[in-house]
T-cell receptor, first 115, second 116 residues
Framework: QQQVKQSPQSLIVQKGGISIINCAYE??????FPWYQQFPGKGPALLIA?????SEKKEGRFTISFNKSAKQFSLHIMDSQPGDSATYFC??????????????FGKGTKLSVIP | DAGVIQSPRHEVTEMGQEVTLRCKPI?????LFWYRQTMMRGLELLIY????????DSGMPEDRFSAKMPNASFSTLKIQPSEPRDSAVYFC??????????????FGEGSRLTVL
């Protein structure tokens, strides 16, 4: 079974600051590590994901850093904006039988960006 | 294109009643997932279908929960009888999964269930 530990549980950042959310996973047969963003009353939506061929991936203000040896990965949000206020979930693959893998999600981080 | 469509968006029922949640996945997607979200436990995978066949139902809490996917465009999650501890937001998600390669999950807006 896959365990994904996400921290912090909540985060308050000043507008323009850097938001950092961390995740640790236990085991995986292959690497696909996505981050999902969820606004109140909505379903989660894919924000950014990383595969094993790189240790960092950047899309605009969002960056995933991946440390395979430590089994950790993190999300950095540069120049955080009030519109980034949401709950963020990391996820890691877990074997689910019949040759298939599914995602196990962290418990989420509620980010509040204050003006 | 329409995304994943779930109904009802909100359901309030009394303990012991049957609850049926419905999901229409994105056309062309071959995989469908039911997740449950609570403050305490976060997002939990309940069951996963691939090409309409249940692949992994190890997350289904107990026999009171059942899920079906009679065709590629429709799935139901049924709780009978419902209990207050089933109160949660239930999400349906769909994806295109080939082999063992994971891909983006597209979530619906969820069904908020309250069992009194």
């Amino acid at each position: 079974q896959q365990q994904v530990k996400q921290s912090p549980q909540s985060l308050i950042v000043q507008k323009g600051g850097i938001s950092i959310i961390n995740c640790a996973y236990e085991n995986t047969a292959f690497d696909y590590f996505p981050w999902y963003q969820q606004f109140p009353g909505k379903g989660p939506a894919l924000l950014i994901a990383i595969r094993p061929d790189v240790s960092e991936k950047k899309e605009g203000r969002f960056t995933i850093s991946f440390n395979k040896s430590a089994k950790q990965f993190s999300l950095h949000i540069m120049d955080s904006q009030p519109g980034d206020s949401a709950t963020y979930f990391c996820a890691a693959p877990a074997y689910s039988g019949a040759g298939s893998y599914q995602l196990t999600f962290g418990k989420g981080t509620k980010l509040s960006v204050i003006p | 294109d329409a995304g994943v469509i779930q109904s009802p968006r909100h359901e309030v029922t009394e303990m012991g009643q049957e609850v049926t949640l419905r999901c229409k996945p994105i056309s062309g997607h071959n995989s469908l997932f039911w997740y449950r979200q609570t403050m305490m436990r976060g997002l939990e995978l309940l069951i996963y279908f691939n090409n309409n066949v249940p692949i992994d139902d190890s997350g289904m809490p107990e026999d009171r929960f059942s899920a079906k996917m009679p065709n590629a465009s429709f799935s139901t999650l049924k709780i009978q009888p419902s209990e207050p501890r089933d109160s949660a937001v239930y999400f349906c998600a769909s994806s295109i999964i080939t082999g063992t390669r994971l891909a983006e999950l597209f979530f619906g807006e969820g069904s908020r269930l309250t069992v009194l």
